[in-house]
């Protein structure tokens, strides 16, 4: 697995194409989820699981116990969580009245405030 690309470039290939496909997926299940978190936010934590998974199995199948499959578990639903709580701050913001009392928050107006510049 770990030399697949010398070996063969035509598997390495096929690998390539089901893990991008699985990311695309596991991405899309998760924006559909969290509406209002960004969809590169969700790309980051699809990558991050299906590490998470992989490495697991990989690690699993020479030995590793049990426990830490529970423990790749809990990383999973702690990375969820990060789209949870993007997903609630981001709702409150679009549902909440803008500094000018004239309109409610739009994405626009969460992209000038400095305090959510770096969850987007």
């Known amino acids: 697995m770990w030399h697949i690309r010398e070996q063969s470039p035509k598997i390495q290939q096929v690998l390539l ?33 299906i590490c998470l998974a992989e490495t697991n199995w990989v690690l699993g199948s020479v030995g590793v116990g049990v426990s830490h499959t529970r423990m790749a578990r809990r990383s999973a639903e702690y990375l969820l969580q990060t789209l949870i709580t993007l997903h ?21 107006c969460v992209h000038q405030r400095p305090d959510f510049e770096s969850v987007r």
Do not use: H, M
């Open 17 to 49: 194409n089901f893990y991008q496909e699985f990311a695309k997926i596991l991405t899309g299940g998760l924006k559909q989820l969290y509406p209002d978190v960004p969809a590169k936010k969700c790309q980051e934590v699809a990558y991050s699981i």
């Open 88 to 108: 609630n701050a981001f709702w409150t913001l679009k549902n909440a009245d803008c500094a000018d009392k004239k309109r409610k928050i739009c994405v626009f």
